[in-house]
């Protein structure tokens, strides 16, 4: 077994956490192509991406405390079978409903990784040291999501969007492996009750009513909902309103991607030589602004692929600085119910971005339009959350 604080631990880690995002990025380029041969709209095909959160945001209440109760490691080994099953059975679907029913089995699959991983940093290291280390983390895990897009179109064109799925499934069952040999336990000592509804309850009750908790929350909420919107809507605006070919779609996501990596890479540095709450700010800002910027640019109209990817590279640095430090942040106060702040948290932070996503879809015109509202009003949102919540917490401390 690893030692738990070795890199090697940290990279498993950042591997579960990415099984998320994998599972959303590496099939964008096919969505255009999946509308077309399934026979169906592009809000149809963007359900695929909307249910996927909202299994993952229900599941993660759930997920949190049975890791509490039993152990991070059988949970996520328990995941981890249920994920490759539904990978595969996404491969095999005939048709949108199919394809629909097997991304909700998939999400809840997945969500353990992300859920648990934050669980295993904060049952590891301390506030400091757990808002570096998730950020080095974000780092390492943004290559995924930078690589899946352009790796899945190339794969689309060479093998079709099934395919996609396969390899999902095979990643799954390596996923597993590495859980089952080299993976210790990290709960500090699990909780005979955690499971029982009435404390479930009474933990999330506790933590709605801790005012830090909650700004954190939507802070980091509102910048990941503007993130989805971008996976959202951004392969049909590129590959369609734009005229790019599917296999070129990950390089302009890279681009994007690139930003939220040097963000994580600036909170990691900068991680207790600045304060968290100024480096949130610093970020919402950034993202608030980036955001406003791609509105006026869909609204005028400019009629360039950059201006679309150079604002969201900028609303992704932002995003880069703000997640792991809120997050960080949120599970400070709660050692020893770590993983029902970590399910909860990101409960809210799936449901408002499946909700955004579901708005992007609804109200898409074929323009950028729809999507940068969403982008530019999530990253307000986010500046909002700061201001009203997080700000005055940390005057209040």
């Not at 030692?3 to 964008?28: E, Q, R």
């Not at 993983?339 to 809210?348: D, E, P, Q, R, W």
Request: charged residues 10%; positive net charge; glycine residues 12%.
């Amino acid at each position: 077994m690893l030692n738990k604080g070795s890199a090697t631990m940290a990279g498993i880690i950042a591997a579960l956490v990415a099984l998320g995002p994998l599972s959303t990025d590496m099939y964008l380029p096919a969505m255009p192509s999946m509308a077309k041969d399934l026979g169906v709209g592009i809000d149809s095909v963007q359900l695929t991406l909307s249910v996927f959160l909202l299994g993952f945001a229900v599941s993660q209440l759930f997920y949190g405390a049975l890791s509490d109760r039993f152990g991070r490691k059988p949970v996520l080994l328990g995941s981890l079978v249920l994920y490759t099953i539904a990978s595969l059975g996404c491969s095999t679907a005939h048709d949108v409903g199919e394809l629909i029913a097997w991304r909700f089995v998939q999400s809840v699959g997945a969500c353990a990784g992300p859920v648990l991983g934050r669980a295993m940093v904060r049952d590891i290291y301390g506030r400091t040291e757990a808002a570096r280390v998730l950020s080095y983390i974000s780092t390492a895990m943004a290559l995924a999501p930078a690589a899946a897009p352009l790796a899945g179109g190339f794969i689309v064109v060479a093998f079709g969007w099934q395919s996609v799925f396969v390899l999902l499934g095979g990643l799954g069952i390596v996923a597993f492996l590495v859980m089952a040999f080299l993976v210790p336990e990290t709960v500090p000592a699990k909780d005979p009750g955690a499971i029982a509804p009435i404390n479930m309850l009474r933990n999330f009750i506790h933590l709605l009513g801790h005012r830090a908790y909650v700004g954190y929350m939507l802070c980091c909420s509102a910048v990941f909902a503007g993130l989805f919107a971008f996976i959202s809507g951004s392969s049909f605006i590129i590959i369609e309103y734009f005229g790019f070919a599917e296999q070129h779609f990950g390089l302009f996501f890279a681009v994007a991607v690139a930003g939220y990596m040097t963000g994580t890479l600036i909170g990691g540095r900068l991680s207790g030589r600045v304060r968290a709450d100024t480096l949130i700010r610093a970020g919402a800002l950034l993202s608030a602004g980036a955001g406003a910027v791609m509105l006026v640019g869909a609204l005028v109209p400019v009629d360039h692929v950059a201006a679309v990817v150079a604002p969201m590279m900028f609303y992704m640095a932002g995003a880069g600085i703000v997640m792991p430090q809120t997050l960080a942040g949120a599970l400070a106060p709660f050692p020893s119910m770590a993983g029902a702040a970590s399910a909860l948290f990101g409960f809210v932070q799936m449901t408002i971005s499946a909700g955004v996503g579901v708005l992007v879809g609804v109200f898409h015109d074929g323009s950028p339009v729809s999507m940068a509202t969403a982008i530019a009003m999530t990253g307000a949102a986010t500046m909002a959350s700061y201001v009203l919540l997080v700000g005055r917490a940390g005057a209040s401390r």
